[in-house]
């Protein structure tokens, strides 16, 4: 009994257990404990199984509504759950393009990089990389800082989708490639505008190769199963395309030999072959392709980002 005086075992049990309780002889006076026990155990058992059924009868009284609405809601996580898409894509050639390269969701807002890339260690990499012959400490610093403002982020973001149309998705996605070179171009022109102009020689002096790498590491880190086609030529060729957009010059020797990305683990561009990447069109001219490009030097991709400072359109 409890502290009421009521049963205890009359308020837990309900129906058949009930019955068994009453039913059931009390322990002789003269039993062991160990039978005492044992009965206890049975009466617990019974105890439990009564409470299992009231359970599953409380579950049986559920309205025919709710029922129908707790079936809607698995249903539909169940089709929730069938339409994700592919975690993870290995081979460049399946990537798939976001919405903000397929569609300006909003002015100038360059199309984000796969969620898997590091971007900022792949930056702290490229700036050990470049050789800035024996500037300070500070004016690295400072340099860095120019490289990881939101329009340099843009400008790389977006050419690495351009490049991924370009090369591996070759005339599928012309629309696509003019509208990301026009907001690469747009954000070249904020990011000119935003580097002081005692820091403009400077700073440009470095960026084509650092965005070449930045556009590289990514696919590279993105796409493992495709690393054979990022070898020297493809990156020679990121180099001599982003020079010329850049700065209206197409080097004629390229040389990406300090190139490392090392996150860690030692360099993991030394085990890449050197295949030509699967756009053969560009083989015979790699000048050529990085300043005429499909449609002659005013098609996507073709014309020079250099001269877009004094275009009044973008502020310049």
């Given at each position: 009994r409890n502290a009421a005086g009521e049963p205890t075992v009359a308020r837990r049990c309900r129906g058949p257990a009930q019955v068994t309780s009453?039913?059931?002889p009390s322990p002789r006076?003269?039993?062991s404990a160990l039978t005492m026990a044992a009965d206890a155990s049975k009466v617990s058992?019974?105890?439990?199984?009564?409470?299992?059924?009231?359970?599953?009868?409380?579950?049986?009284?559920?309205?025919?509504?709710?029922s129908q609405r707790s079936a809607g809601v698995t249903t539909a996580k169940s089709e929730v759950t069938m339409a994700l898409p592919m975690t993870a894509v290995f081979?460049?050639?399946?990537?798939?393009?976001?919405?903000?390269a397929t569609s300006d969701t909003q002015q100038f807002a360059a199309a984000p990089l796969p969620a898997a890339i590091p971007i900022d260690k792949v930056m702290s990499n490229i700036l050990q990389n470049l050789d800035f012959k024996g500037w300070s400490d500070h004016a690295r610093t400072t340099w860095f800082k120019d490289f990881k403002s939101p329009?340099?982020?843009?400008?790389?973001?977006?050419?690495?989708?351009?490049?991924?149309?370009?090369?591996?998705?070759?005339?599928?996605h012309l629309d696509v490639e003019k509208r990301l070179f026009d907001r690469i171009s747009a954000n070249f022109v904020f990011l000119f505008e935003?580097?002081?102009?005692?820091?403009?020689?400077?700073?440009?002096?470095?960026?084509?190769?650092?965005?070449?790498?930045a556009v590289l590491y990514a696919m590279f880190l993105a796409y493992?199963?495709?690393?054979?086609?990022?070898?020297?030529?493809?990156?020679?060729?990121l180099v001599v395309r982003i020079s010329y957009w850049t700065t209206g010059?197409?080097?004629?020797?390229?040389?990406?030999?300090?190139?490392?990305?090392?996150?860690?683990?030692?360099?993991?561009?030394?085990?890449?072959?050197?295949p030509a990447w699967p756009r053969s069109a560009a083989d015979a001219q790699v000048t050529a392709g990085a300043s005429g490009g499909r449609g002659g030097a005013g098609g996507a991709g073709g014309g020079s980002l250099a001269i877009l400072p004094s275009i009044s359109a973008f502020g310049g």
């Open positions: 009453r039913a059931r006076p003269g039993g058992f019974l105890i439990t199984e009564v409470e299992d059924q009231t359970a599953e009868a409380s579950l049986a009284d559920v309205s025919p509504a709710s081979r460049v050639e399946d990537a798939e393009l976001p919405p903000d329009a340099s982020k843009a400008v790389m973001s977006d050419t690495f989708w351009f490049c991924i149309c370009w090369y591996f998705k070759a005339g599928r935003a580097v002081p102009a005692t820091r403009k020689d400077f700073f440009f002096r470095y960026y084509a190769d650092a965005a070449a790498q493992p199963k495709s690393r054979v086609s990022f070898a020297d030529k493809f990156r020679r060729e010059i197409c080097p004629e020797f390229v040389d990406t030999s300090h190139w490392k990305l090392n996150l860690g683990g030692g360099d993991v561009l030394q085990a890449t072959s050197s």
